[in-house]
T-cell receptor, first 108, second 112 residues
Framework: RKEVEQDPGPFNVPEGATVAFNCTYS??????FFWYRQDCRKEPKLLMS???SGNEDGRFTAQLNRASQYISLLIRDSKLSDSATYLC?????????FGTGTSLTVIP | DTEVTQTPKHLVMGMTNKKSLKCEQH?????MYWYKQKAKKPPELMFV???????INESVPSRFSPECPNSSLLNLHLHALQPEDSALYLC???????????FGSGTRLTVV
């Protein structure tokens, strides 16, 4: 079983839409959770950490459900510039485990 | 601009060549990582150095040889690669045990 699983998409949404991505992880002892964004042919960049209480950064909201072992990312009022691949990342020990990424395309 | 610098950005090499990828950071991070990323796939961990010592080798073939000469530099020596080794090679660094994790922009390697 993979450490981290994501729906690869693709998600194609119109500008202004709200879109949500989910990710499940297998190791209940995982301590840290993140969402990274990767643009085509670029390196992954940290979008936001995910805290147990949930956290928000502008149009982005991340949530963690430890009981069900999943994390989510909600993007409100989608912009064209949000088009990218969103990677769920879970930290276990001194390793980061990446999900396969979810592709998002925001359409004008 | 990324604070983890990788060179070269692009590399084309033959299967009999020897080349090296370089990674440099000046953030005082004492953990450095090599990842390999194929198209439309997530990054796959190859090696982890912690305090300049190799702490994780994810069963990487010996044709890939990492080296950490000091706390700011990480090299990946390549020899006798195969075409299937063509990928984006990403370096990252962090403070050991923390979430302060930064990727370099990568070296896009093509083996011909």
């Amino acid at each position: 079983r993979k450490e981290v699983e994501q729906d690869p998409g693709p998600f194609n949404v119109p500008e202004g839409a709200t879109v949500a991505f989910n990710c499940t992880y297998s190791n209940s002892a995982s301590q840290s959770f993140f969402w990274y964004r990767q643009d085509c042919r670029k390196e992954p960049k940290l979008l936001m950490s995910v805290y147990s209480s949930g956290n928000e950064d502008g149009r982005f909201t991340a949530q963690l459900n430890r009981a069900s072992q999943y994390i989510s990312l909600l993007i409100r009022d989608s912009k064209l510039s949000d088009s990218a691949t969103y990677l769920c990342v879970v930290n276990g020990g001194n390793q980061f485990y990446f999900g396969t990424g979810t592709s998002l395309t925001v359409i004008p | 601009d990324t604070e983890v610098t990788q060179t070269p950005k692009h590399l084309v090499m033959g299967m009999t060549n020897k080349k090296s990828l370089k990674c440099e950071q000046h953030m005082g991070h004492r953990a450095m990582y090599w990842y390999k990323q194929k198209a439309k796939k997530p990054p796959e961990l190859m090696f982890v150095y912690s305090y300049e010592k190799l702490s994780i080798n994810e069963s990487v073939p010996s044709r890939f040889s990492p080296e950490c000469p000091n706390s700011s530099l990480l090299n990946l020596h390549l020899h006798a690669l195969q075409p299937e080794d063509s990928a984006l090679y990403l370096c990252a660094s962090s403070h050991p045990g923390t979430v302060d994790y930064t990727f370099g922009s990568g070296t896009r390697l093509t083996v011909v």
